[in-house]
């Protein structure tokens, strides 16, 4: 560049005077800076990304649907109970030991209940087709199943035990007999801990009950294997089975009818024999147990009372089932009634007149009370029964007329919270201001987890209502649901958005606050030590806030915080701490328990597997996104709420595998996915497109003022959406439509080329579609029908086309669409350019062949004898007259002839013997015409070419 530059100033140095600036060489260079600024920014953008990627910062964001890796928070410890229980106590070791293994076990039962047997259950005959179609299928399912309702059964049994032996160990514990030797002194002890978790499990049999009272389809298939049985016990050679098997199958069939699907399950436990003489335990006439029961029940409900249906309310509904159930037990085994804790427990059916169990299945409390304890739904009058039963029909019409306003309420609620979240997760610690920080982060995690509980009590308690009690929702109704819905994936999807830092603050948080409940705790420590009057009493209060204090130091898990409120029921007597002391404690540990298992409460209060059993509103919030387009992203929220039932249905047993169910429920969304959404996109774009092009045409008013107008480019900045193991990605799927549909267009008519690259052109500036150059010529040469295919086929040409003999072309008679096929010398010249002259021969050989045969049937018709004889008659008569009539044969004589030969006869079409002979008159003219134009026409030009 330098070399040539001095050159030309050397050898032009006159022309320098003459110069003139037109300009155009800083518009050059202003667009070469400009390519090389957007080059130094993109390449920028790639290396901060590749930065951010490799970092190990804990600010990262992590995308919900690309997770490589799971993050866990749970802290795991291999330490057992017995090594976490350790003071000088050994009575006081014993009895903490004790419960704390049975309230373990309550939380392991329940864990299975929930993650197997619900789901078994639940999803049983779900992704089959209809039974009448095979033959067969509703047993074979049976017979897949009883696997798992033998396991159900040991399931059952096993919980009948441990509500016994919980039954058993606490009324050891508080014994009205003097003679018996007191294990602690347990006059100011109420272990209300262990009484929540028995009614846990009675809930959970509970659950089971409703889930079998719900499920017609199990009952049924169960009628039909009963049936078969009989058959195969009729004739079990016909079967290949041993009849001596057949028994024994058939009594373990009816124990687990009678024990499983009766809805018996939960009634068979609170009817159980607690008293066992032999072993030296008395629970029925044991009155110091029946009162601390009874107590304990009234302090969970009072609990329970006060928060229910609250904002603050965080798992009282599940609480309150217990409470019922304990009541019911209560009952059963002392066949004593708090009438008015009964009227109490019916009256909180005004405030919720439902409960989710889980999934789909709904729960009536009014019901259960009064069926379960009648001695006391004698005391209530049937007004008051009735009034409760019709306050569900107020609560849905109310909820239909508020859910509007609470959807805009929950819509600020949870948009502020999420500010909240990225604004505090975003600052970073200050050494001087870290207890303040700590506080606020605590404080907003557990006000997201009370927005998520909140929702999805609304959305579960609605819909199951609805759907249990037979009403119907509005389309507005349903699609209000569908904003809750898609709020509590939002919180779910901020949680785990943040996840590093939410991990890295959960760990600081649980520190900080069991540092406040271990001051809380030495305090009253001190206060107990301080107290120089010894006593039994007064020595188990001091063991249990050591243990407290020693279980405190480690890691919070589950097993520790448990010892813990354990320790505290038997140290917070005496007095040990002050009003102002205890509740501040209780906070602090109500806390510890919801941050300790974060990520547990949220992923189960944002569970939406319920969705599977309300699919029917699946397309009306579909055709609520497409014409709302503007805000198209949230449906990556419904989305993930759909996938939540997929770690559930891979518990189904009744099929051969539940890779079948997952496959159904797949096709099934997608199906109603592209023809609610995608579709009905695909055409709206290509029509868009059509009438933007072809605006010259007259067209309907298309004034957005007027006619209104959906912008629908903001589906193409979707991210892909997740959906089992695919992505789905709008904007890749409508550009494929649109290649697809303009190519095979384009391909009909090659002359509309030019319309079709302004269409994608217009798709790519208006939509941003990355359309594909479709490559196809903007005209063709038509050759036109073959020669050689003509004469292999000459029997279906001369039926079909016609000649000219003016223009020298073939026509053919009639066509499907609007246009005529044609032959003339240029199409069998271009037969000729492509075959060579050697065609000549075979279509001269393929023509005689087809003449020999078309001139026999000339001859035959001519032969016939009522042809011959009219024809002979007709010839003398012409010969006689031919002088007079100029030559001429008369009009009226043909006429004649013609109705003559009508008269023999006719096809069903309507044609004459005559007619026929016409045509085949014309079939041999044809090809006759057409080899001589082929020979005299084209070969001389053939042999000039």
């Known amino acids: 560049m330098f070399s040539s530059g001095m050159a030309v100033e050397t050898i032009a140095p006159d022309w320098e005077f003459d110069r003139f600036d037109d300009g155009s060489q800083k518009i050059h260079t202003d667009v070469q800076l400009k390519n090389y600024a957007k080059f130094l920014e993109e390449y920028t953008t790639q290396l901060r990304g590749i930065e951010e990627a490799l970092d190990d910062s804990i600010g990262d964001v992590w995308d919900f649907s690309l997770d490589p890796i799971a993050l866990k928070l749970l802290p795991h410890e291999q330490s057992s109970l017995l090594e976490l229980i350790k003071t000088d106590n050994k009575v006081l070791n014993k009895v903490i030991t004790v419960y704390a293994a049975l309230c373990s076990e309550v939380k392991e039962l329940k864990y299975e209940a929930e993650n197997k047997f619900y789901n078994g259950l639940l999803y049983y005959g779900e992704g089959v087709s209809d039974c009448g179609v095979v033959e067969g299928e509703c047993q074979i399912q049976i017979g897949r199943f009883i696997s798992f309702l033998q396991e159900l059964s040991c399931f059952v049994s096993r919980c009948y035990e441990v509500v016994v032996n919980i039954v058993h ?27 929540e978790h028995l009614g846990e499990l009675l809930v959970v049999l509970l659950t089971l009950d409703e889930i079998m009272e719900n499920h017609g389809t199990l009952k049924d298939h169960w009628k039909m294997y009963k049936r078969l049985l009989k058959s195969v016990h009729h004739n079990p050679g016909k079967f290949s089975i041993a009849e001596e098997k057949l028994k024994p199958f058939e009594k373990l069939l009816l124990k687990l009818e009678g024990q499983l699907l009766e809805g018996m399950i939960l009634q068979a436990c609170v009817d159980q024999r607690f008293d066992t003489p032999g072993e030296g335990v008395s629970i029925a006439k044991n009155n110091a147990f029946a009162d601390e029961f009874a107590f304990n029940i009234r302090s969970i409900f009072s609990n329970v009372e006060s928060k229910i249906g609250e904002p603050s309310e965080i798992d009282q509904r599940d609480k309150y089932a217990g409470v019922c159930a304990l009541f019911v037990l209560h009952f059963h085994i002392f066949r004593s009634v708090d009438k008015k804790l009964y009227k109490a427990l019916l009256d909180v059916c005004k405030k919720v007149p439902a409960v989710t169990l889980t999934a789909n299945i709904i729960w009536f409390p009014d019901t259960f009370l009064l069926t379960k304890v009648p001695a006391a739904a004698k005391l209530i009058d049937k007004k008051s029964v009735q009034a409760t039963r019709a306050h569900r029909d107020t609560f849905l019409q109310q909820r239909a007329q508020t859910l509007a306003k609470d959807v805009q309420s929950y819509y600020v609620f949870v948009t502020s919270w999420m500010m909240k979240m990225e604004s505090i997760l975003c600052k970073e610690h200050k050494s001087d201001r870290m207890a303040e920080d700590l506080n606020s982060r605590c404080n907003v995690f557990v006000q997201g987890i009370l927005y998520a509980y909140s929702i999805s009590t609304i959305i579960k308690t609605t819909m199951n209502m609805y759907m249990s009690m037979q009403r119907p929702m509005t389309k507005t109704f349903v699609k209000a649901l569908c904003r809750l819905v898609e709020l509590l994936k939002a919180v779910e999807h901020t949680f785990h958005r943040r996840s590093m830092v939410v991990a890295d603050s959960v ?40 243990l407290a204090e020693n279980v405190l130091s480690g890691p919070s898990i589950k097993e520790r915080r448990l010892v813990v409120s354990l320790a505290l029921c038997v ?12 509740l501040p404690l209780q906070l602090v540990l109500k806390k510890l328990d919801l941050i300790s298992e974060l990520s547990e409460r949220v992923k189960l209060q944002c569970d939406c597997r319920f969705l599977y059993w309300h699919r029917a509103v699946f397309p009306i919030y579909l055709d609520d996104v497409y014409e709302n387009a503007v805000d198209a992203a949230r449906i990556h929220y419904m989305f993930s709420a759909l996938r939540d039932c997929v770690p559930s249905m891979l518990q189904t047993k009744h099929m051969e595998s539940p890779d079948q169910l997952l496959e159904n429920y797949d096709k099934e969304i997608m199906v109603v996915f592209n023809e609610h959404l995608l579709d009905k996109l695909c055409k709206e774009i290509e029509k868009d497109l059509r009438l933007s092009v072809h605006t010259h045409l007259k067209l309907d008013d298309r004034n957005p003022f007027k006619v209104g107008m959906k912008d629908l480019a903001h589906f193409f900045y979707l991210k892909p959406i997740r959906f089992f193991n695919r992505f789905i990605h709008i904007k890749a799927y409508v550009t494929h439509y649109l290649d697809k549909t303009f190519y095979n267009l384009t391909t009909v008519a090659l002359h509309d080329w030019a319309t079709y690259s302004e269409m994608r052109n217009l798709a790519t500036r208006r939509y941003g579609l990355t359309m594909t150059e479709a490559h196809l010529p903007s005209q063709t040469l038509e050759q036109g029908l073959d020669v050689l295919e003509i004469m292999r086929n000459i029997h279906v040409f001369v039926s079909r086309y016609l000649y000219n003999l ?14 005529l096929n044609t032959i003339n010398i240029r199409h069998i010249a271009n037969s000729i350019r492509t075959h060579g002259t050697g065609i000549m021969n075979t279509t001269v050989n393929f023509t005689y062949q087809f003449l020999r045969k078309k001139f026999y049937i000339f001859s035959q018709f001519m032969y016939d004898e009522h042809i011959k004889s009219r024809l002979i008659k007709d010839i003398r008569f012409f010969r006689e007259t031919k002088d007079q009539s100029d030559q001429k044969y008369p009009f009226e004589r043909a006429e004649k002839f013609n109705r003559g030969i009508r008269k023999l006869g006719i096809t069903p079409d309507g044609q004459s013997y005559l007619d026929q002979f016409r045509q085949l008159i014309s079939q041999i003219e044809n090809p006759v015409n057409g080899t001589s134009s082929l020979v005299f026409q084209v070969m001389p030009w053939a042999m000039c070419a």
């Open 507 to 546: 760990s600081h948080i649980t520190q900080q606050l069991q540092s406040q409940a271990l001051n809380a705790i030495c305090v009253a420590k001190k206060r107990a030590i301080s107290d120089k009057k010894y006593s039994e009493q007064r020595l188990d209060v001091l063991s249990s806030l050591v």
């Open 571 to 582: 140290g917070t007597q005496l007095k040990t701490f002050k009003d102002e002391e205890l």
């Open 169 to 195: 160990q606490l009324g050891a514990l508080y014994n009205s007999n003097k003679a018996a030797t007191k294990i602690i002194d347990s006059s100011g002890v109420h272990f209300q801990v262990v009484y």
């Open 806 to 819: 003016n223009n020298q072309i073939f026509i053919e008679k009639a066509s499907n669409n609007k246009h």
